[in-house]
């Protein structure tokens, strides 16, 4: 019940900056997008989420289709740091509900 | 702040032996999820607790695993008995109900579990 599709593996160059797609065709109004990277060994750990309006953080940037069909995670500028799987993932406003699909391997190269 | 605490990190088993596992939530945390995660694959919810109450146990195989929230804090994840396809990694994530537009999960480490 992911709702989500992503590209199952990308390269960016170090120092580049990287945009990750995912579609959620099928997206309902009051699901926000959210946004988690699983480094090697660890849990996954939150990056960013948004409603319909493009986010910012330390971390990444978030950019929201016009129609919330799409997005794009932006990492900036890429670090081996950031070599991670990252998983775009649907959440119900006021649910708890979190579905997490296959993902995107990210491979920063130096 | 402490973060999501699970023990072991690792457990080596014979089939058909019991295996148990903990999660000690952030504190304040009200809801608890149970995930498991195959190799190259993403995290797939077990069960989910809104404090004591299983909320969501649609895709927990009933018949060998088990799950407890006592006093809706620390979390037991139990299998018995274990089976070779239960090799996987479990995770233990919370996150804090009531936190609208932000319901951001903290995970632990996991436990990875091989069944020989």
């Known amino acids: 019940d992911a709702k989500t599709t992503q590209p199952n593996s990308m390269e960016s160059n170090e120092e580049e900056p990287v945009h990750l797609p995912c579609n959620h065709s099928?997206?309902?109004?009051?699901?926000?997008i959210h946004w988690y990277r699983q480094l090697p060994s660890q849990g996954p750990e939150y990056v960013i989420h948004?409603?319909?309006s493009n986010v910012n953080n330390r971390m990444a940037s978030l950019a929201i289709a016009e129609d919330r069909k799409s997005s794009t995670l932006i990492l900036h500028r890429a670090t081996l740091r950031d070599a991670a799987v990252y998983y775009c993932?649907?959440?119900?406003?006021?649910?708890?509900?979190?579905?997490f699909g296959t993902g995107t391997s990210l491979t920063v190269i130096p | 702040e402490a973060g999501v605490v699970q023990s072991p990190r690792y457990k080596i088993i014979e089939k058909k032996q019991p295996v148990a596992f903990w999660c000690n939530p952030i504190s304040g945390h009200n809801t608890l999820y149970w995930y498991l995660q195959n190799l190259g694959q993403g995290p797939e919810l077990l069960i989910r607790?809104?404090?004591?109450?299983?909320?969501?146990d649609s895709q927990l195989p009933k018949d060998r695993f088990s799950a407890e929230r006592l006093k809706g804090v620390d979390s037991t994840l139990k299998i018995q008995p274990a089976e070779l396809g239960d090799s996987a990694v479990y995770l233990c994530a919370s996150s804090a109900s009531g936190t609208g537009n932000t319901g951001e999960l903290f995970f632990g480490e996991g436990s990875r579990l091989t069944v020989l």
């Open positions: 607790y809104e404090n004591e109450e299983a909320v969501d």
């Open positions: 099928t997206i309902s109004g009051t699901d926000y």
């Open positions: 948004g409603l319909t």
């Open positions: 993932i649907l959440r119900d406003y006021g649910g708890n509900q979190f579905y």
